[in-house]
């Protein structure tokens, strides 16, 4: 390729990045539709870890199953099961974690707040959030207040819009409440 071409096309791939909408390159990461995510969670609940097995290992990733000790029911199906189970990706000291994730290391005694398809989640959970009671307030805190100050462009970006917010803000007070009470 001559330098003469080379320059040419380097400045068309110059001007494109320039002219491209930078909320549609942002949009592209996953992390960036969270919120979209939890709304569209048939099941949330709190639990705690009672067991954790090892399904498979490989260099790059464990698959382990967790069961979960139900405590409540935030969205879902009534009665509560007493239990729910959620395969997942972990990562230790052999396997290191993975770029993009999502992996989590659920050790038994564990508190969660679970974002997922069912209680028998053989797919990752959409959203999973593992602490202490306390810990977990905050990171709960932290969620709702965030949603509730989205600008209307924010909210486009989070995949959601206002009824989606007005339905996740009393889901989020909650999980609050339940949380704080001990």
């Known amino acids: 390729m001559k330098r003469k071409d080379f320059v040419a096309l380097a400045l ?3 001007s494109v990045l320039i002219s491209t909408d ?3 390159v942002v949009a592209a990461n996953m992390r960036s539709f969270i919120e979209a995510v939890r709304r569209k969670a048939p099941v949330v609940y709190v639990g705690s870890i009672r067991e954790v097995r090892l399904l498979t290992r490989t260099k790059f990733d464990i698959k ?3 069961v979960v000790s139900v405590s409540a029911v935030m969205r879902g199906p009534v009665p509560k099961p007493p239990e729910a189970i959620v395969e997942y990706s972990s990562f230790d000291d052999k396997t290191p974690i993975l770029a993009g994730g999502p992996q989590y290391q659920l050790q038994p005694g564990v508190m969660v ?4 398809d069912s209680f028998k989640n053989t797919v990752p959970p959409g959203y999973l959030l593992q602490d202490s009671r306390e ?3 905050q990171r709960v805190e932290t969620l709702r207040d965030s949603l509730s100050q989205m600008s209307p462009d924010q909210l486009k970006s989070h995949e959601i819009n206002e009824e989606d ?4 803000l009393p889901l989020y007070e909650k ?3 339940y949380l704080r009470t001990p």
Do not use: D
Request: with cysteine; proline share 0%; net charge positive.
């Open 135 to 137: 810990e977990l307030l």
């Open 165 to 168: 917010r007005q339905i996740q």
């Open 175 to 177: 999980l609050c409440s």
């Open 64 to 66: 382990a199953r967790a």
């Open 22 to 24: 930078t909320s549609q």
């Open 12 to 14: 068309i791939l110059v």
């Open 113 to 116: 707040v679970i974002f997922a």
